[in-house]
């Protein structure tokens, strides 16, 4: 199946920084990525929809100047978290379809731990 | 969007075959059923997508009655690496491009 990755696939940081992390399609094209979040023991929540070429969508509760998503390719994504403090620490994960596959799946990254001293 | 109910939690031995259901009463005309598995400190990975009846795979199978206001992931003799935390999702998942809503999940341990 296609293949997504993220970079990189952990983080520590102290707080006050930005953090920058890579979505890629590596062997299709999305023009949609999905960023989520999870907490330890708990579901995916969506953080917000990246679209090629415009500005991401942002679920309610996400702040969007915090979680900046650039999306400057159709095959890459970037999730910014700006100014980290301690609560921003969890598994980050971004998604994405095969738009030539003709099936209903999305592909999703392997995740990046952001832990933020 | 539907709301989806699944256990907690599902222990089994290994050799078994593990049933996983998932109530969606509020299901509509357009929505697809998906399973993901996402083993811990990795992504979800796409199990299997129906519609109505029943689909299966390599992977699993899943069932899906008649008024589809249910559906039933079955796992065909599992080992102790499909321990994992199992999601149930319903929407008009077709296309893919959908953005998806995770529940709780099933956290599923297999017992050696």
């Known amino acids: 199946g296609a293949v997504v990755s993220q970079h990189p696939s952990w983080v520590i940081c102290k707080s006050g920084t930005s953090v920058k992390i890579e979505c890629r399609s590596l062997?299709?094209?999305?023009?949609?990525m999905f960023w989520y979040r999870q907490f330890p023991k708990q579901s995916l929540m969506l953080m917000a929809t990246?679209?090629?070429?415009?500005?991401?969508?942002?679920e309610q509760g996400v702040e969007k100047d915090k979680f900046l998503i650039n999306h400057a390719s159709l095959t890459l994504s970037t999730l910014t978290v700006t100014s980290a403090h301690p609560e921003d620490s969890s598994f980050y994960i971004c998604s994405a379809r095969d738009q030539g596959s003709g099936r209903g799946e999305q592909f999703f990254g392997p995740g990046t731990r952001l832990t933020v001293l | 969007l539907a709301k989806t109910t699944q256990p907690i939690s599902m222990d089994s031995y290994e050799g078994q075959e593990v049933n996983i259901t998932c109530s969606h009463n509020?299901?509509?005309?357009?929505?697809?059923i998906t399973w993901y598995q996402q083993f811990p400190s990795q992504g979800p990975r796409f199990i299997i997508q129906g519609y109505k009846t029943k689909v299966t795979n390599e992977v699993a199978s899943l069932f899906i009655p008649a008024d589809r206001k249910s559906s039933t992931l079955s796992l065909p003799r599992v080992s102790l690496s499909d321990t994992a935390v199992y999601y149930c999702l319903v929407g008009p998942y077709a296309r893919g491009n959908e953005k998806l809503t995770f529940g709780t999940g099933t956290r599923l341990t297999i017992i050696p």
């Open positions: 062997d299709f094209q999305a023009t949609t």
């Open positions: 990246s679209n090629e070429g415009s500005k991401a969508t942002y």
């Open positions: 509020n299901i509509a005309t357009n929505d697809y």
